[in-house]
């Protein structure tokens, strides 16, 4: 056996490789790190997931959103709201979240290297430091086991130039130094969407651009329509159906600008634009990896996990990658990546679901009925303020079994969990209607629409109740 540096290398330390490097070290391996940013926590702590969700946060705060439907749509806690106000809480949770994953690393005695890596062979990586005065250095480590978590870029078009102010990536939109009046995004994907929805609750002329027909075509068609019909009541222009053939910046009367042209002839003229136009795998041009079940590449010993291998390239999914990737390298029985997890869309309102949509459920030719609860209905939803929310469950007309969970509106992608517990004991919907909850609290929607769902059958199964205040 030849002689490694490390039982384990990992390229990256987002949650895919901080998952890996950590669980490797439990398991009493040696295990170094690479990270070229500089900080540790990849695009989702620096500039993904948890500043565009404190971001969020910070938005529905200032703006006064959440009151609006009992004070009125023009509502403001505060005025001439800034992008200083809007980062002052994103820095903090940022500078936290950096603070907790290098302590957790220290802990586990993970040796850390802020260096670009490098394959010099399939054992050997060549890591090149680059100081703040642009010093070059250079070392060689090997391993046994390397875990690729490279993670991902945001896509640049070579033929758009990108400038960190008025034309953005979601990577930099962050760094804007001005709200700007008008905003064009560029790919209505989850992070268009999500960014469009924010800068729209600031009153920001928000125009949606995307070049397919139809929005977030995973996730169910009437929560989609529910966000479309409250963007557009926000004020977003939903261009669908468009392709961007170029982008330019100019100077008019109003100030700097850009001028984005359509493919069908059109131009938007705005602020500013956020090209969000999807990611790319952080591999020099090499795009996605392959990996089989075990995250082993054509390369067994050496592992991809996390956004850079692709679907479903969410935080919560390679973080299991990750842990289960080093499990396995160590001869250490696991258990594969959950079927069953859910998504969140992290929009303004926000959306979360689990489990199979009325359109799959459709084509497969599989019997299925749908029980509603609107927010507006529940005592809780008055409370908040939220007229808007609604959550669906999906379930089969014969046996009653739960298929599908679906919900928009506040609290979305907390409350999807009981829906996701429920479906993974294969339970009917009935288990809603014998289940106590918090009174008065948005869970209760489980219920209200589980009697929904059954009343629309004309009666119940044996074993449930057969009325309810709320129906």
Do not use: W
Request: with cysteine; net charge negative; hydrophobic share 40%.
């Amino acid at each position: 056996m030849p002689e490694f540096t490390y039982d384990m290398l990992v390229i990256g330390s987002g949650p895919a490789g901080q998952r890996a490097a950590i669980q490797a070290a439990k398991l009493g391996k040696r295990v170094a790190m690479a990270e070229r940013r500089g900080v540790v926590g990849g695009a989702c702590i620096n500039t993904g997931t948890i500043p565009s969700k404190t971001l969020r946060e910070a938005v529905l705060h200032l703006s006064g959103y959440r009151l609006r439907s009992l004070y009125g749509a023009s509502y403001t806690v505060k005025q001439h709201i800034t992008m200083e106000d809007l980062l002052f809480r994103t820095d903090h949770v940022v500078r936290h979240e950096i603070d907790v994953t290098l302590h957790q690393l220290m802990r586990n005695d993970v040796d850390l290297f802020n260096a670009h890596a490098q394959f010099v062979d399939p054992h050997t990586l060549r890591l090149i430091d680059l100081d703040k005065r642009g010093t070059r250095a250079m070392r060689h480590l090997s391993a046994a086991t390397i875990v690729i978590a490279a993670g991902t870029e945001a896509t640049r078009d070579e033929h758009i130039p990108f400038d960190g102010q008025r034309i953005c990536s979601s990577d930099d939109v962050l760094q804007m130094q001005r709200l700007p009046h008008s905003l064009a995004v560029v790919g209505a994907g989850v992070i268009g969407l999500e960014y469009a929805s924010l800068f729209a609750a600031l009153g920001v002329r928000v125009t949606l651009i995307d070049k397919r027909q139809r929005l977030l075509s995973f996730i169910d068609a009437e929560i989609v329509d529910t966000l479309a019909h409250h963007l557009r009541e926000n004020r977003v222009t939903l261009r669908l159906g468009e392709e961007v053939s170029g982008m330019e910046p100019f100077n008019d009367v109003s100030g700097d600008r850009v001028r984005i042209q359509l493919a069908s002839g059109k131009q938007v003229v705005t602020d500013a634009a956020l090209y969000s136009i999807g990611r790319t795998g952080a591999t020099n041009d090499r795009g996605r990896i392959s990996v089989n079940e075990r995250y082993q590449t054509n390369v067994p010993h050496i592992y991809a996990v996390g956004d850079v291998i692709g679907f479903p390239s969410l935080a919560s999914t390679s973080m299991e990658q990750g842990r289960l990737a080093a499990c396995h390298a160590f001869g250490v029985e696991a258990t594969s990546v959950p079927a069953l997890f859910p998504y969140g869309v992290y929009s303004i309102p926000e959306i979360s679901m689990v489990g199979r949509t009325e359109e799959e459920l459709t084509a497969e030719g599989v019997p299925y009925e749908v029980g509603k609860a609107h927010y507006r209905e529940i005592a809780r939803g008055q409370i908040i303020g939220d007229t808007i929310g609604l959550l669906k469950l999906i379930f089969h007309l014969q046996t009653h079994a739960l298929l599908g969970v679906h919900i928009i509106g506040d609290g979305a992608s907390e409350l999807i969990h009981i829906g996701q517990a429920v479906l993974s004991l294969n339970a009917p919907i009935e288990y809603f209607v014998n289940t106590v909850f918090n009174y008065p609290t948005l869970a209760e929607c489980y219920k209200t629409a589980a009697f929904d769902g059954i009343n629309r059958l004309g009666g119940v199964r044996q074993d449930a109740v057969a009325t309810s205040s709320r129906n």
